[in-house]
Each structure stands twice: as C-alpha cells, then as structure tokens.
C-alpha cells in the first residue's frame, strides 16, 4: 500500500469542506487517465442514487447511496471497517471522462470514484476534446 500525496488530500478536503464542484483535475490511476470535476462525496452519491433511481433495472441499488443504507457495515457481503473521521480516501468525479486517445468516455461524462491511494500521477485542471 502506498502512502497518498498529501496535497492531493488537502485539494480533497478542500472540496469537501467548501462542498464546491468547480475544482476540475485530471488523474492517473490503474493506467486510466480520468479528467473532470471533484464533487463533494454527499453531492456525488446523491447523484449516483438519482441516476439508479431513474433506472428500471438498477433502482435497487440507488439505496446504498443514500441514508443509513451508504454505510459500508450496512451493505450485503463481507463486512466492511466502519468509516472514520479523518482526512478523504477518495475523489469523487462527476461531469468526467476517462480519456481513450483523443476520445472522453463517455461524451457526456460520468460518475467515478478513486481511490487517492491508488492516485499515480495529477494535475489541476481537466482535458478538453475537439473533433476538429
């Protein structure tokens, strides 16, 4: 396990504590390049819970984002630690993109969470696209 990038923490928590989306960042993770917007992980897991609403197949699912169903001790299968106050573990993206050549999937951006641990490489600001 690596140690996180402690001024990736702090942009972290600053959007939480600001409960601001505008900080956009590109990262690298897993080999993926993701770009877009941070969101506050209330603001992202409501978001998340009104898309699976939305949806006849995965409106289950919309439940472990939102009440006391978004604790992980809540959720079906192994039981996870409880969260503890502290400093963010992860990103929350929305409006991004994870970049594949010249191409953002998807075009409309979505919905991703990483992990800062497992952050290899970023910068401030996100990647524009152009078909021209």
Same mark, same amino acid.
């Given at each position: 396990? =690596?140690?996180?990038?402690?001024?990736?923490?702090?942009?972290?928590?600053?959007?939480? $504590? @600001?409960? $601001?989306?505008?900080? $956009? *960042?590109?990262?690298?993770?897993?080999?993926?390049?993701?770009?877009?917007?941070?969101?506050?992980?209330?603001?992202?897991?409501?978001?998340? @819970?009104?898309? *699976?609403?939305?949806?006849?197949?995965?409106?289950?699912? =919309?439940?472990?984002?939102?009440?006391?169903?978004?604790?992980?001790?809540?959720?079906?299968?192994?039981?996870?630690?409880?969260?503890?106050?502290?400093?963010?573990?992860?990103?929350?993206?929305?409006?991004?993109?994870?970049?594949?050549?010249?191409?953002?999937?998807?075009?409309?951006?979505?919905?991703?969470?990483?992990?800062?641990?497992?952050?290899?490489?970023?910068?401030?600001?996100?990647? $524009?696209?152009?078909?021209?």
């Amino acid at each position: 396990m =690596s140690k996180p990038d402690e001024l990736l923490v702090d942009i972290a928590t600053l959007v939480e $504590s @600001a409960q $601001s989306n505008q900080m $956009s *960042l590109t990262v690298v993770t897993g080999g993926a390049v993701i770009t877009g917007r941070l969101a506050p992980e209330a603001v992202w897991r409501q978001r998340v @819970a009104e898309v *699976l609403t939305d949806s006849a197949r995965l409106g289950e699912f =919309s439940g472990a984002f939102t009440g006391p169903a978004a604790d992980p001790a809540d959720l079906p299968g192994p039981a996870a630690p409880p969260a503890e106050d502290g400093p963010p573990t992860h990103l929350h993206f929305h409006v991004a993109r994870i970049i594949q050549g010249t191409v953002g999937i998807p075009e409309t951006g979505g919905m991703y969470r990483v992990s800062i641990e497992d952050v290899s490489a970023w910068t401030v600001g996100d990647f $524009s696209y152009s078909d021209h």
